[in-house]
């Protein structure tokens, strides 16, 4: 057994990370300035978007993303309950309902073929989840949203370094939202980015993230002299700051190097694993990349007489620390007494939801801590 506990979503900070910080705070500007402007102009290149607009979180880009939509009370909003509480929190927060189609059993992502039937005259918009990192079917989708008038707002926490049929995510729907929380594969503490093709939203994303007052009001106070502002809009304190940025620059410069290295973790688990009576996740469909933020196994709860739960115990007491991606959003409490839901109501998301377990995945594991990882689950799980 190890000696050290190995914690999952540990970020992989480096010198320059920390340098850069440094430098900002040295700088004197610490709020939304120019490390965030270099840092969306990084990304919007990197993704291939017109535009690229940094806010404190996914979760604000996501509730950005709905306001600019014009989703609100009385909409529908078309997501998969197998995604973190904030994909459909954000939809409630602007008075609109999100409504829950399931998930593809393999793949984990919402199931193109029932958003169909989920459509009605109230729906708004579908906002698919890349879960885990691997693109929704996206043809498909997009061709719902065109044959209904429907936005796509696409959930990309998961997904920066993923594409589909040659198109990287982030340029396909009409809004892509992003996520540097500190587990994910660029981090920045907290911080989330929105791109888009659409200039009239990006002003508006970018307006309604501080305050909704009119452009360029974080210059207000520099050397060019000072300008006045107008609010224009009852707007939200979403606004990144330079110090997030910092941590975002070296980040998203590294971010190709960081994936490959998550893409080697990612094969030596698929062998290492290989005989044991858990799934391992599918293949990547082809013409995709997948963005490998989870390696989410799922526990076979009658040949190894374990529930999940127990597993990751076990796992625990070895020293190894694992996370759940996700219990079915649908049976959280909110959600099971607002819209009446009860178990059987997704069941691909509830079987996942039952038996996922993600693997340590850090672009920072050592060869030998994804030993341990192989070590300890043939130990728990193992006949
Ligand atoms: C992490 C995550 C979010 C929220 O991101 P924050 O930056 O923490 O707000 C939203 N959706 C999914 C699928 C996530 O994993």
């Given at each position: 057994?190890?000696?050290?506990?190995?914690?999952?979503?540990?970020?992989?900070?480096?010198?320059?990370?920390?340098?850069?910080?440094?430098?900002?705070?040295?700088?004197?500007?610490?709020g939304?300035?120019?490390?965030?402007?270099?840092?969306?102009e990084?990304?919007?290149?990197?993704?291939?978007?017109?535009?690229?607009?940094?806010?404190?979180s996914?979760?604000?880009?996501?509730?950005?993303?709905?306001?600019?939509?014009?989703?609100?009370?009385?909409?529908?909003?078309?997501?998969?309950?197998?995604?973190?509480?904030?994909?459909?929190?954000?939809?409630?927060?602007?008075?609109?309902?999100?409504?829950?189609?399931?998930?593809?059993?393999?793949?984990g992502?919402?199931?193109?073929?029932?958003?169909?039937?989920?459509?009605?005259?109230?729906?708004?918009?579908?906002?698919?989840?890349?879960?885990?990192?691997?693109?929704?079917?996206?043809?498909?989708?997009?061709?719902?949203?065109?044959?209904?008038?429907?936005?796509?707002?696409?959930?990309?926490?998961?997904?920066?370094?993923?594409?589909?049929?040659?198109?990287?995510?982030?340029?396909?729907?009409?809004?892509?939202?992003?996520?540097f929380?500190?587990?994910?594969?660029?981090?920045?503490?907290?911080?989330?980015?929105?791109?888009?093709?659409?200039?009239e939203?990006?002003?508006?994303?970018?307006?309604?993230?501080?305050?909704?007052?009119?452009?360029?009001?974080?210059?207000?106070?520099?050397?060019?002299?000072?300008?006045?502002?107008?609010?224009?809009f009852?707007?939200?304190?979403?606004?990144?700051t330079?110090?997030?940025?910092?941590?975002g620059?070296?980040?998203?410069?590294?971010?190709?190097?960081?994936?490959?290295?998550?893409?080697?973790?990612?094969?030596?688990?698929?062998?290492g694993?290989?005989?044991?009576?858990?799934?391992?996740?599918?293949?990547?469909?082809?013409?995709?990349?997948?963005?490998?933020?989870?390696?989410t196994?799922?526990?076979?709860?009658?040949?190894?007489?374990?529930?999940?739960?127990?597993?990751?115990?076990?796992?625990?007491?070895?020293?190894?620390?694992?996370?759940?991606?996700?219990?079915?959003?649908?049976?959280?409490?909110?959600?099971?007494?607002r819209f009446?839901?009860?178990?059987?109501?997704?069941?691909?998301?509830?079987?996942?939801?039952?038996?996922t377990?993600?693997?340590?995945?850090?672009?920072?594991?050592?060869?030998?801590?994804?030993?341990?990882?192989?070590?300890?689950?043939?130990r728990v799980?193992?006949?």
């Open positions: 057994m190890r000696d050290d506990f190995l914690i999952f979503g540990s970020p992989a900070l480096e010198e320059d990370d920390i340098a850069e910080v440094v430098a900002t705070l040295r700088s004197g500007w610490i939304t300035g120019p490390r965030v402007a270099r840092f969306e990084m990304f919007r290149e990197y993704v291939g978007a017109r535009h690229a607009i940094a806010v404190n996914c979760t604000a880009a996501l509730h950005l993303s709905m306001v600019v939509s014009g989703v609100g009370p009385g909409d529908e909003v078309i997501t998969t309950p197998m995604t973190f509480c904030a994909t459909a929190n954000a939809v409630l927060h602007t008075g609109a309902v999100p409504v829950f189609v399931d998930v593809d059993p393999v793949t992502c919402i199931d193109p073929d029932r958003i169909a039937s989920a459509v009605t005259e109230r729906t708004k918009a579908i906002l698919p989840v890349h879960y885990a990192g691997r693109p929704c079917e996206m043809d498909r989708i997009q061709a719902l949203a065109r044959r209904h008038s429907l936005l796509v707002i696409e959930d990309a926490a998961h997904a920066i370094e993923a594409a589909y049929h040659g198109r990287k995510i982030g340029t396909i729907g009409q809004l892509t939202c992003f996520s929380y500190v587990t994910k594969n660029v981090v920045t503490a907290e911080g989330g980015m929105v791109t888009t093709d659409d200039a939203m990006a002003a508006k994303i970018k307006m309604y993230a501080l305050h909704g007052m009119s452009k360029d009001a974080w210059r207000r106070f520099s050397d060019e002299g000072y300008k006045h502002y107008e609010v224009t009852p707007g939200f304190k979403y606004n990144m330079d110090i997030q940025a910092a941590l620059i070296h980040q998203l410069a590294r971010v190709d190097r960081n994936w490959k290295r998550r893409d080697e973790i990612w094969a030596q688990y698929d062998e694993l290989a005989a044991l009576p858990l799934e391992r996740p599918a293949p990547s469909a082809p013409g995709t990349v997948h963005a490998r933020h989870l390696y196994v799922l526990i076979d709860t009658k040949a190894t007489g374990k529930s999940r739960d127990r597993v990751l115990n076990e796992l625990i007491r070895l020293n190894i620390g694992t996370g759940v991606h996700y219990t079915a959003l649908h049976l959280h409490p909110y959600y099971r007494e009446g839901f009860a178990e059987g109501a997704f069941p691909h998301a509830e079987r996942i939801g039952d038996r377990l993600s693997l340590p995945l850090s672009s920072k594991l050592t060869n030998d801590d994804v030993k341990d990882v192989i070590k300890a689950l043939h799980c193992g006949a």
